[in-house]
């Protein structure tokens, strides 16, 4: 049993490129969010979705997509990079109402 | 719109002491959890809180929520030098799960 699964572990990108995070858990949770984490700023959510084909945005949305085609995975699209988006993101899964899961987070740095 | 305010954010401990760690959030909900990270890694679920009046305790930790003044606390009883992490409380307010800045602990021996 994996649990919740991020890929890359480690990335940097140039100003201007796009990518995707990749996250996918094993479990047959509904819930999965995605945060960034920034130094004093705790964990701040980006978008989450509760169930395959529903997504909405969480408190700092702006510059990146998802979408959720199977309860497995749900990707983080960063569409143009930016340095505001050099940060640690983190995804997490929950059965609903017994608190997240987290995978293992993926350190960003955009140049 | 949820918010979520941990006090203090950071604090400087010796072995042995107790101390309270305060976490206030802005709309109804009685849905609360604790999780810890300790430096470069991921974060680890410590409480689940589902209700009103709900106490947890886990070896020197203890957690409880009261949704009528929408907070919670953590308590930390005897401390020693490895409950030394940062600690988030987040709150479950409409599918969405909001964080509080955390609470950085250190310890001294």
């Known amino acids: 049993n994996a649990g919740v699964t991020q890929t890359p572990k480690f990335q940097v990108l140039k100003t201007g490129q796009s990518m995707t995070l990749q996250c996918a858990q094993d479990m047959n949770h509904e819930y999965m969010s995605w945060y960034r984490q920034d130094p004093g700023m705790g964990l701040r959510l980006i978008h989450y979705?509760?169930?395959?084909?529903?997504?909405d945005q969480g408190e700092v949305p702006n510059g990146y997509n998802v979408s959720r085609s199977t309860t497995e995975d749900f990707p983080l699209r960063l569409l143009s990079a930016a340095p505001s988006q050099t940060s640690v993101y983190f995804c997490a899964s929950s059965p609903s109402y017994y608190g997240y899961t987290f995978g293992s987070g993926t350190r960003l740095t955009v140049v | 719109e949820l918010k979520v305010e941990q006090n203090p954010l950071f604090l400087s401990m010796q072995e042995g002491k107790n101390y309270t760690i305060y976490c206030n959030y802005s709309?109804?909900?009685?849905?609360l959890y604790w999780y810890r990270q300790d430096p470069g890694k991921s974060l680890e679920s410590l409480f689940v809180?589902?209700?009103?009046?709900a106490v947890k305790q886990e070896g020197r930790l203890m957690a409880s929520l009261d949704t009528k003044a929408r907070l919670s606390t953590l308590h930390i009883t005897a401390a020693v030098h490895d409950l030394s992490a940062t600690y988030f409380c987040a709150v479950d307010g409409d599918d969405k799960i909001i964080f509080g800045k955390g609470t950085r602990l250190h310890i001294l021996p």
């Open positions: 709309t109804t909900s009685d849905r």
């Open positions: 979705s509760v169930g395959a084909g529903i997504t």
């Open positions: 809180l589902l209700s009103n009046g």
